[in-house]
């Protein structure tokens, strides 16, 4: 079976006020390519710190993740910067939305960071609302939107560069009505490889 990332006695720790917390320890697993992964856990048992990790947010402590074969501690800034651009949809638990911007100007920013002309960005968009119809609101800004608003711009704008690798942080937040279901379909309808969502629930 081939793997998008393998992760190698993963721990991370945090230290505050001489105070030394473990966020992850040992952890070792294999994702296989081009599957949906759930990881569940309780909060706090470091479920966002992996997820970060993997997504080129935050380093390890110690241990090691191969994506598509490198070690990501070889990487430089410049290869993160690009990793994150290019290859991860990176789905945040509080949605993480620009408020200066639109919904849908939020939804296209990671393609107008690519430099993508006007006419490959309505195009997306318009593929992207085959998923999720969200033209209604397209127009508001966060603050003027619901939390179910917010959340699907977020996992819109994720998906909407075609990334080879989708992280979700507690995607399925229930009070916002979008359940497990919908979000699958979601992420089954872009031509991406690997997703992984984490969840403190059991309806993965």
């Known amino acids: 079976m081939q793997y998008d990332i393998v992760v190698k006695s993963l721990s991370k720790s945090y230290q505050s006020k001489g105070i030394i917390k473990n966020a992850l320890s040992n952890?070792?697993?294999?994702i296989p390519q081009g599957k949906i992964f759930c990881i569940m856990g309780s909060s706090g048992s470091g479920k966002s710190t992996l997820l970060k990790i993997l997504g080129g947010i935050e380093k390890p402590t110690s241990g090691t993740v191969y994506i598509n074969g490198t070690n990501?501690?070889?990487?430089?800034?410049?290869?993160?910067d690009r990793y994150r651009q290019m290859t991860v949809g990176y789905v945040f638990?509080?949605?993480n939305l620009l408020e200066g911007l639109t919904l849908k100007e939020n939804i296209i920013l990671p393609l107008t960071l690519q430099k993508l002309n006007e006419v490959e960005i309505q195009r997306k968009y318009t593929d992207i609302l085959r998923c999720v119809d969200i033209r209604y609101c397209e127009?508001?800004?966060p603050e003027q939107s619901s939390?179910?608003?917010?959340q699907r711009a977020a996992i819109c704008r994720a998906i909407i560069k075609t990334p080879k690798l989708i992280l979700a942080d507690e995607p399925c937040v229930g009070q916002f009505g979008i359940g497990y279901q919908a979000?699958?379909?979601f992420f089954g309808c872009n031509d991406f490889r690997t997703s992984i969502y984490v969840s403190r629930f059991f309806q993965c």
């Open 27 to 30: 952890v070792t697993l294999n």
């Open 72 to 80: 990501m501690a070889d990487y430089k800034q410049q290869d993160y």
């Open 93 to 95: 638990q509080d949605f």
């Open 139 to 141: 127009n508001n800004y």
């Open 147 to 150: 939390g179910g608003e917010q």
């Open 183 to 185: 979000v699958g379909n």
